[in-house]
């Protein structure tokens, strides 16, 4: 499983860079950019990680993964999104920095597109709403454990997760954010079979990996590890 694994890894990092190449970015293919893909990779690593913590606490609260996870678990989870927040800040804020240094016509009209109209307030919503107040949000370590905090943030990254629109729409509605029912129907179709088929896989599988050898280091990682013996400590 660990071999497979690696090489899920590496076909979703691909798959998912020559994706977001190749629909998104070739919209504008005068612009190019060594970020891009990347940029999305973080993105939407981010939103997983966000995604399941909810699943995880629905399928704990429903009783299927009681006695599995404990607060140390959803304490990772929730670190991990903490770090693809500032991942995902540091190489967006990267490529913008360096293309407006650089100030070159070929590269800066990518970005003057996106602060016309209504853009720039859907930008603005990204620097803020992507990056600062998750940021600051997770930045303690008790609201890491507070389902009570960590639920409504989930949602709140659904929400923000419009960098999907900020490269699409500019090219198609340049003065100012629109929204096609078309936009609403591809996303509630593709979502609707997306969570159909993600459904009907839960039902075939267990909900964590039997016989996974480090399953039990996994299961006591919540325990504290034995104090040495003071004589040892000397």
């Not at 979703?12 to 190019?32: E, G």
Request: charge should be neutral; glycine fraction near 6%; avoid cysteine.
């Amino acid at each position: 499983m660990r071999f497979v694994s690696y090489i899920g890894i590496f076909l979703f990092a691909f798959s998912l860079t020559s994706a977001s190449i190749d629909w998104m970015k070739s919209l504008q293919h005068q612009w190019f950019s060594t970020m891009y893909g990347v940029i999305y990779f973080a993105g939407s690593t981010w939103l997983t990680l966000a995604t399941v913590y909810v699943i995880v606490l629905i399928r704990k609260n429903i009783g299927e993964l009681r006695g599995v996870l404990f607060p140390t678990h959803f304490y990772y989870i929730g670190a991990l999104l903490f770090a693809f927040t500032v991942f995902y800040a540091y190489v967006h804020f990267a490529q913008y920095f360096i293309i407006w240094n650089a100030n070159m016509p070929e590269e800066t009209f990518w970005y003057k597109l996106r602060e016309k109209g209504s853009w720039w307030w859907v930008g603005q919503v990204i620097i803020f709403g992507h990056f600062f107040v998750p940021f600051l949000m997770l930045l303690r370590i008790d609201w890491k454990l507070k389902l009570t905090v960590m639920g409504p943030l989930a949602i709140w990254a659904w929400l923000m997760h419009n960098d999907v629109a900020f490269n699409i729409l500019p090219v198609l509605h340049p003065e100012n954010y629109t929204v096609h029912w078309m936009d609403i129907g591809s996303f509630l179709v593709i979502g609707g079979i997306l969570a159909i088929l993600f459904l009907k896989s839960l039902k075939t599988s267990a909900p964590y990996p039997l016989r996974d050898p480090r399953l039990k280091e996994s299961l006591t990682s919540h325990e504290l590890p034995a104090s040495e013996p003071a004589e040892a400590a000397h």
